[in-house]
């Protein structure tokens, strides 16, 4: 690799195409659902609910996660037992999905604190790579995507592969009746968009999301960090 000095030969992988095209599991795809708000008339609660109904149909297993109670990050022990509970479903979700009030410009404290309970790894475990993601808000007054924005950019920091549809539901408390029910919108229409989408690239990433976040960098960096540990023991 003369044209290439910089390059780790050793590191370095060319594409696998097989790896790609890797056996597809059948079981139902597991998605975990977060919302944004404690009121108790939540717009976000109400339309996380209308996308689980969507995300049934569709054949998923869903959780809805319950903030109530969250502590704050670092307000409580990582052994809290609601903090235990997000963690253990992020583990086990294949897929999210994200739904927060735009409040002053931004998505709610309710909503951030659950991100920041997730960690970026845990052991040699990351909670979240790799999972498909779809975000979604309300707001109170026009249209606006402040919040959803800024989930996406906490997708990628949590190194999700976010889809590319997403959801924002202007009024909110035109669009909901007294049942809780979305009514018929363009603005359901775009839920049901979104919630088709995250599970179809569920369904194609979920088999070789392990593949696809594998990084060179990473490689290089296992591999200094092994080398390091045998010259320790030749050392010794």
Known sequence: MTDLPNLDAACFRQIDL????????????????LYGSLRPVSYSRLLTFEAERLLKRLGCETRVFDPS?????????VDHPKVRELRELSLWSEAQVWTSPERHGAMTGVMKSQIDWIPLSM?????TQGRTLAVMQVSGGSQSFNA?????????WMRMLTIPNQSSVAKAFQEFD????????????RVVDVMEE???????TRDVSGYLTDRY???????????ARVDLKRAV
């Open 18 to 33: 097989s790896r790609l095209h890797a056996p597809r599991s059948t079981h139902a795809p597991r998605v975990l659902l």
């Open 69 to 77: 109670g969250l502590p704050l990050p670092d307000d409580g022990p």
């Open 123 to 127: 052991g040699s475990v990351r909670p």
């Open 148 to 156: 959803v924005n800024q989930m996406r950019i906490l997708g990628r």
């Open 178 to 189: 007294e049942d809780g029910r979305m009514k018929p919108s363009s603005y359901y229409d």
């Open 198 to 204: 995250l599970v179809k690239f569920t369904l194609l």
């Open 217 to 227: 960098s990473e490689r290089k960096e296992s591999a200094a960090a092994l080398e």
